[in-house]
């Protein structure tokens, strides 16, 4: 008599589960095998190989249906020869979407690399005005190479290229003016690791709105071409601020808040004064 092994066994011999095997005679699979006389399965070598053979194929990523009808197939050699082919086409092709990820990843990475190096106008900035950039800190030099390369990333209208040449231009005729905006951007910078709620925020924001009541800006400096007064002048100004910290974003809300209250003053303020003419 053929030696039999109970399931437990069979399921440790083979590497899969008792539970899986009782699955596969649910599904038909898996023919019920013999019993003993206190009624527990017996599996012969013939079912150990079909069980390698179901565990082999589930490995490949074929359903169980798929696998029942292989199985059934009086010419099942012909029928998984053809399906572990179409598979083979299947994991190629897979392969080859893969690669191409792959090779989109490394290009995406490479534009990572690329955005390290000074945009275009931070470029020129450290070309023609260098010599006085020893002045200011690490912070606020990365700060504005940040602000440059979100706006160079974009096509903006003729008049951006043109606008920046202007402004270089000036700071390079008048080396002070360009020294005197460094302390605003300092205590800017300032704020990149201060919390949004902390008190400094609004001290910052008081400060450098004084300063610029104090120290004009030159009115070259307050010339802008006639497209940023529409949406993409606003926009413009979004993603500048988008470089910024959640502090420094609150600080310039404050600044503008400051600055349209100044306005509104000084409007009402002259208005009176032409009533009393009048």
Known sequence: MREMLKIGDTAKLVGITPKAIRHYHKLGLLAEPARSEGGYRLYSADDLLRLQRIRRLRALGLSLRRIGEILGDPDGESSLRSVLEALLD????????????????????????????????????????????????????????????????????????????????????????????????????????????????????????????????????????????????EMMAELMLSSFSPAQRRAMGVFEQLAAAHETENRDSHARDESGRS
Not at 123 to 128: D, G, H, I, Q, S
Not at 136 to 159: M, N, T, Y
């Open 90 to 233: 299947e994991v190629e092709s897979d392969i080859s979407r893969l690669e191409e990820r792959r090779e989109r990843l490394i290009g995406l990475l490479a534009l990572e690399d690329l955005e390290s190096e000074d945009p275009p106008t931070f470029a020129l900035v450290k070309e023609r005005l260098g010599e006085h950039l020893t002045r200011v800190s690490p912070q606020l030099l990365e700060q504005e190479r940040k602000v440059w390369a979100i706006l160079d990333a974009f096509e903006w209208p003729e008049g951006y290229e043109a606008g920046r040449d202007e402004m270089l231009r000036y700071f390079e005729s008048d080396p002070e003016g360009y020294l005197a905006m460094f302390p605003l951007g300092e205590r800017l910078a300032a704020l990149a690791d201060v919390p949004e709620d902390s008190p400094e925020v609004e001290r910052a924001a008081e400060e450098l709105f004084r300063h610029l009541l104090e120290n004009p800006l030159p009115e070259e400096m307050m010339q802008a071409p006639p497209w940023t007064a529409g949406p993409l002048g």
